[in-house]
């Protein structure tokens, strides 16, 4: 992931700065990003955050219906 902006990217659930480098993060970080539309409570709004592994992997273990895993050869 690179931030053309260069600013320090902190995880939205437990505010610990991931650690970054000329722009790159070092290490990996789930991004979300969401644009509601009508009938929400939250129309044309839009929200994004990130989250650190350790939080991500502590989140998806709470979910009643497991998350799809798929396996990939290489990284883009």
């Known amino acids: 992931m690179e931030r053309e902006d260069n600013q320090e990217v902190y ?3 437990c505010g610990r700065k991931l650690k970054k480098k000329n722009g790159l993060l070092l290490e990996d970080a ?11 409570n ?6 994004q955050f990130t989250l650190c592994e350790a939080c991500y ?3 998806i ?3 009643k219906i497991p998350i799809t895993k798929k ?6």
């Open 57 to 59: 992997d502590q989140i």
């Open 61 to 63: 273990e709470n979910f």
């Open 42 to 47: 939250k129309d044309l709004e839009s929200h």
């Open 71 to 76: 396996n990939t050869r290489e990284a883009l």
């Open 11 to 13: 995880c939205n659930a």
């Open 30 to 40: 789930f991004e979300a990003r969401k644009d509601w539309g009508y009938f929400s």
